[in-house]
């Protein structure tokens, strides 16, 4: 029986240990170590106590060489086929490696059927570790491969800071709004004066943009921190209702009133479900787990108000709950919503706990959200190039133009001095700049992921390589350039910590990687965490060059105040001379990038998949 026994823990454990060397990514040699000292406890019992010697032990010791083998190259084929054999093992010894019994109990059936459902998950789990191939091999750039920026040549951080206060004096940026057209309206003049050609796109959506909005209970002012985007609208007057204290989602209590729900900040979100780290510059750069904490927060946890409106509710009032107030204050959050057709604001913790005992006591509110409402509302996405020698490979240098604040979003600022200093001499390929819009309106912008996506379909005669189309060897992506670090501490005050955003970058391929690395190694202060996308998410507008194989170097630092709507737009938290240094670096790139042959560049790894490395 004791054998018995053993047999089915050690089958347990064979699979466990297959699952968790397909899922943990980065932790594969840590778990390989673990495994070897498991199998030998495991040969060790069989030899020493049982006194068995069985055609399963070829098996395992196989598994601990592939094992050795792989802690001594990092190969991942050496690491997949250990896990094979981890799998066969398990399922040898819990399906066919026990004494077989003449009385099948019902508990017997139930077990090897788990069993089984077990092994085959983890075949699947295996069989896309393969596909994706979560370990990469590093590349290794030529001394020689490095380029320099003669400065002289490149906007100062004082003609960049002029740039950034011209795209403030338009105020809010929102898809189609009136200062995100006069924004690219000036920058659309900005490259006509270089003597550039101008290709628009026009398209019309339906827009929505706050005006006012207040909550009062008992006469009361209860201060709002932002409007709910896209929720909905009242007229000047507001609706009145009982309050009513419920979750997100259970809203029938609260037909005819105003429901009052909260939702609690992830402060640690377990990052490697949407992550997985390459590398990183400095080495002990890694990502941190509270990392754009609020738009994770306000995607996986949604407020269900489309929901809220079926039963008839009549405003919705969210309470933030684990995050700072002034954190809160302005957040234009979400911002990847339909339009849900009821009026929803949002209040932080300490106005919360106001608004909620209120609701406890049955007392009505009031909440008023007056917003304009713009049927086909015109915006539009464009392009320049700059011709290079071979008019049959293209670059892609892309971001977008609508933002709220002033690093959401500058690179389409910081765009304008690469094409100053790029279109001093002519490229090797030819250079295409979008800038594009509906970033922040992507339910209706976002085609296949991001904004990007939709340009990209409209244009596959500068991408795509088919029927003597272009081809795009590589893209590289702009965005939120010269952001300070701010952060809650540990007592619960916002403030800056003097350090620079962390730079997150994704890099298509090992490449890729290997040509910002070099890009960024004589770059004093950097704070680099190179990223692969991960489970389907690549944040920024670098997805869709990488989901259609492109290899892209997507620079996307994600500070706490990157949907900021403010009236200063946070220019407090922006650094010039910053955005000038990562400038250099993204210049460095496109050279490098123009100077590397089309097969070294390669094409995209993919995505990988289950749990990323996040240090």
């Not at 983890?122 to 570790?129: E, R, S």
């Not at 809160?328 to 919503?337: G, L, N, R």
């Not at 992507?442 to 085609?447: E, S």
């Not at 990209?456 to 060897?473: C, P």
Request: glycine share 8%; aromatic share 8%; hydrophobic share 40%.
């Amino acid at each position: 029986m004791l054998e018995n026994l053993y047999r089915r823990l050690s089958a347990v454990l064979l699979l466990i240990l297959a699952l968790c060397a397909t899922v943990f990514i980065g932790k594969e040699t840590v778990i390989s170590i673990v495994t070897i000292i498991l199998l030998l406890a495991e040969l060790g019992i069989s030899f020493l106590l049982l006194k068995k010697r069985e055609k399963l032990h070829v098996v395992l010791i196989s598994a601990m060489v592939a094992e050795g083998l792989f802690l001594l190259t990092l190969e991942f084929w050496l690491l997949a086929l250990s896990i094979l054999l981890l799998i066969v093992a398990g399922i040898w010894r819990g399906l066919f490696g026990q004494k077989v019994s003449r009385r099948v109990t019902p508990f017997t059936v139930v077990r090897k059927v788990l069993f089984s459902i077990a092994a085959l998950i983890v075949i699947a789990l295996w069989g896309i570790g393969i596909y994706a191939k979560p370990i990469t091999t590093p590349v290794a750039l030529a001394a020689d491969a490095a380029v320099t920026i003669d400065e002289r040549k490149l906007d100062s951080a004082a003609v960049m800071l002029k740039d950034i206060e011209v795209m403030n004096s338009f105020g809010s940026r929102t898809t189609g709004s009136e200062g995100h057209n006069q924004f690219i309206s000036w920058l659309e003049q900005q490259v006509t004066d270089m003597g550039l050609k101008v290709y628009r796109d026009h398209y019309t959506f339906d827009r929505w943009e706050e005006k006012n909005s207040s909550l009062m209970i008992d006469q009361q002012s209860i201060h709002v921190s932002s409007a709910f985007p896209y929720s909905g609208e009242t007229d000047e007057n507001g609706v009145t209702g009982e309050l009513v204290y419920t979750k997100r989602g259970e809203y029938d209590q609260a037909s005819g009133k105003i429901a009052v729900i909260e939702i609690e900040n992830f402060r640690n979100f377990p990052s490697g479900i949407v992550m997985n780290m390459r590398d990183s510059s400095p080495t002990e750069s890694q990502i941190a787990p509270n990392e754009g904490d609020l738009v994770l927060t306000t995607a996986l946890k949604e407020a269900k108000l489309e929901q809220a409106k079926e039963r008839g509710v009549k405003a919705v009032v969210v309470v933030w709950k684990g995050v700072s107030d002034d954190k809160v204050e302005k957040q234009y959050v979400p911002f990847t919503t339909d339009y849900a057709g009821i009026p929803a604001i949002w209040v932080n913790e300490t106005e919360g706990k106001k608004v909620i005992r209120a609701a406890q006591e049955h007392k009505e509110g009031t909440v008023i959200l007056e917003a304009e409402i713009q049927k086909n509302a015109p915006t539009e996405s464009f392009y320049v190039k700059i011709d290079g020698k071979n008019k049959d490979e293209a670059i892609i240098i892309n971001t977008h133009t609508d933002g709220i604040n002033v690093v959401e979003e500058n690179g389409a600022v910081g765009m304008l001095s690469m094409i100053r200093y790029l279109q001093q001499e002519q490229p090797e390929r030819t250079m295409i700049f979008t800038f594009v819009t509906g970033h922040f309106r992507l339910p209706d912008f976002k085609g296949t992921s991001q904004a990007t996506s939709t340009w990209m379909e409209g244009h596959r005669e500068l991408w795509d390589g088919k029927k003597g189309h272009m081809k795009a060897v590589a893209g590289i992506t702009v965005e939120h350039l010269g952001s300070m670090e701010w952060k809650d501490d540990d007592t619960g005050h916002y403030r800056p910590n003097g350090k620079i955003s962390t730079e997150y970058t994704y890099a298509g391929n090992e490449m890729m990687a290997a040509i910002w690395l070099k890009a960024i190694e004589k770059t004093d202060g950097t704070r680099t965490v190179l990223l692969r996308g991960h489970n389907k998410f690549e944040f920024g507008e670098s997805q869709p060059l990488f989901e259609a194989g492109i290899p892209v170097i997507g620079f996307i630092p994600m500070p706490d105040y990157l949907l900021v709507d403010s009236e200063d737009r946070e220019m407090g938290k922006f650094d010039a001379k910053l955005m000038n240094t990562q400038i250099i670096s993204l210049l460095k790139a496109v050279k490098i990038v123009d100077g590397t042959e089309t097969t070294k560049l390669g094409k995209s790894d993919g995505y990988s998949f289950f749990y990323g490395r996040t240090k």
